[in-house]
């Protein structure tokens, strides 16, 4: 299983005590996403490694709540469409479904952009930026 590498680490020390909930939810959904990412690389992609700046899944984890938030059944009646960009292709690595016994009414397409300058193939460098794309069912 490719580790999922990140260069760079967050302070959770400045945060107040109503931010803490908020943050705690997350970085759940960041661990999340950071799984299935893993597992994604794992089955479809060839690489050892993969190396990503630790901001940009807990960034991408926030905006996931944040397109949630006033949605029906928020988190829990969302999923979460993880896809990899490389250049002029785009290939879905996985899927997270928040709450399966809940009915889905929010898809979240992410995109995690691969560096083009990367050199080492078995190391998959991602971008720091990624696309947000949310739909909504009634």
Not at 99 to 108: F, N, S
Request: proline letters at 7%; one cysteine or more; hydrophobic letters at 40%.
């Amino acid at each position: 299983m490719p580790p999922v590498i990140q260069d760079s680490s967050i302070s959770l020390s400045s945060i107040t005590e109503e931010e803490e909930v908020e943050t705690q939810e997350a970085l759940l959904v960041m661990a999340k996403l950071q799984s299935v990412l893993r597992r994604g690389v794992e089955r479809y992609l060839t690489c050892h490694a993969v190396m990503l700046p630790r901001p940009t899944l807990l960034k991408a984890a926030h905006d996931v709540l944040r397109l949630c938030a006033q949605r029906p059944n928020g988190l829990r009646g969302a999923v979460v469409d993880l896809y990899l960009r490389d250049n002029d292709t785009c290939k879905r690595l996985a899927q997270v479904v928040a709450d399966p016994r809940v009915d889905a009414k929010t898809l979240i397409k992410l995109t995690l952009h691969r560096d083009p300058s990367s050199s080492d193939p078995g190391v998959l460098n991602l971008l720091s930026g990624y696309t947000m794309e949310r739909c909504c069912r009634p």
